[in-house]
């Protein structure tokens, strides 16, 4: 959508320029009305302002810049009452960067009841709908065909040789269920498209388009910000036991995937290369996909989330590059993200000012030879920004 632009430094040549800026406004009006009437989208906030001011004043204020269809779109968290004010801070920051502008909902969910102060506090937060909701025993829990005993001692293995999160049960309750769950969850029904957030994350640089309707106009299915290498301890049986699915499931397999962005060898081996799921957009389309399912049940009846450390981040990856269209997984080069300890922060000075970063571009983790996105860009031939060569760190 055009943007519509009137600096406020710039006032008082409008001033001048009165009648010009009620012609401007009233097609400007004009335009918005229409696409209210195309689309299935609330009533924006401020509609009605519009026509009860008069003056260039509200040109700051009031301009319902960011309107139009939106897209059946929700953020989506999991978290823990005990997180509350760490999850706070992302909400404030997401609605702040983005989500002001376009009201989209917030799903949570937990494997507890969320308390009063949970749903007051995030529902103060943020500006579209909140919802809660409990996640179903069978979905954080072992299956029976785990061998609860065999778990245990892995858990302690792994703690002993101090593998991240390795001693933890909860931490694969969450991997699993972020895996094959969250999707299945009866309060994200309503939604096609998904942004997950998590404790402590922050954009760096506003978003002034919808993201969603980004993704749906450009034909995306998943997009990232950070991609990274996995630390192998995690996983050692995932590749074979991916292998395996794929002779089981040739055709479910996408002809286009992008496959060469896990694998060196032409699916011999997994180089590690996953998109970090702490930040997703995607289309919950893949996930309900009939290859997805079937992926997800062959690796749960194998028992990797729970014997060794599998997470849902190299599941997801390695889902994403075998059942989609290669050309249909993104990454946003100018969503400014943090998760410790990683910054994504746009290196192109332009980027950075027009988008009101606040991020230092030579922490960037993009184009850091530990990062998989240089990989990512050699392999779809996009262009790399102007010198990502002297941030390979
Ligand atoms: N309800 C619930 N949420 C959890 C639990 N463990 C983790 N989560 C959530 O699952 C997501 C991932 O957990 P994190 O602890 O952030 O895992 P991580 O990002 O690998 O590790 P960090 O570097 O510690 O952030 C976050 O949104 C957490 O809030 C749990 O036991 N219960
Ligand atoms: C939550 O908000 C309700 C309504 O404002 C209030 O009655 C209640 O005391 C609050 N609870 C907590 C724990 O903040
Ligand atoms: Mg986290």
Redesign the pocket.
């Known amino acids: 959508m055009a943007k519509i632009m009137i600096p406020a430094s710039k006032q008082p040549v409008y001033k001048k320029l009165g009648l010009l800026l009620v012609a401007v406004f009233t097609v400007y009006v004009f335009f918005h009305g229409a696409q209210y009437a195309r689309g299935s989208a609330p009533t924006p906030k401020y509609s009605t302002v519009l026509s009860s001011h008069s003056g260039y004043k509200y040109s700051k204020v009031e301009l319902p810049k960011y309107s139009g269809p939106r897209e059946k779109a929700t953020f989506v968290?999991?978290?823990?009452n005990r997180?509350l004010y760490s999850?706070a801070e992302s909400i404030k920051s997401v609605e702040d960067r983005f989500n002001s502008k376009f009201n989209y909902d917030w799903v949570f969910?937990?494997?507890?009841e969320f308390t009063d102060e949970f749903k007051n506090v995030t529902s103060a937060l943020v500006s579209g709908k909140t919802k809660y909701g409990l996640i179903p025993q069978e979905h954080w829990s072992f299956p029976d065909w785990i061998d609860e005993e065999k778990a245990a001692q892995v858990r302690k293995e792994m703690g002993e040789k101090r593998i991240i999160?390795g001693d933890s049960e909860?931490?694969r309750?969450?991997c699993r269920f972020?895996s094959g769950f969250f999707y299945k969850h009866p309060l994200m029904d309503d939604y096609d498209w998904y942004w997950r957030v998590?404790?402590?994350i922050k954009l760096h640089c506003d978003i002034d388009y919808d993201v969603f309707r980004f993704m749906k106009d450009n034909k995306k299915k998943y997009a990232f910000a950070i991609s990274i290498k996995e630390y192998e301890a995690t996983i050692p049986t995932l590749w074979a036991t991916t292998r395996k699915f794929m002779e089981l499931h040739r055709d479910l397999i996408h002809e286009n995937n992008m496959l060469d962005f896990v694998s060196d060898d032409n699916g011999l081996s997994y180089n590690l290369c996953h998109f970090w799921s702490?930040f997703e957009i995607a289309s919950l389309d893949l996930w309900r996909s009939p290859g997805y399912s079937a992926y997800f049940n062959y690796l749960d009846q194998a028992g990797g989330f729970f014997y060794e450390r599998w997470g849902d981040a190299p599941v997801h990856s390695i889902g994403a590059a075998l059942f989609l269209d290669r050309s249909e997984i993104h990454h946003f080069g100018d969503i400014g993200y943090y998760?410790?300890p990683f910054h994504s922060c746009p290196i192109d000075t332009s980027i950075r000012l027009a988008n009101k970063c606040d991020c230092d571009p030579s922490k960037d983790f993009t184009w850091h030879s530990y990062s998989c996105t240089t990989k990512f860009y050699n392999l779809n031939m996009l262009q790399k920004p102007a010198g990502w060569q002297n941030h390979i760190g």
């Open positions: 968290t999991l978290v823990r997180d999850l969910l937990n494997d507890e999160y909860s931490y309750h969450m972020e998590e404790p402590d702490n998760h410790v």
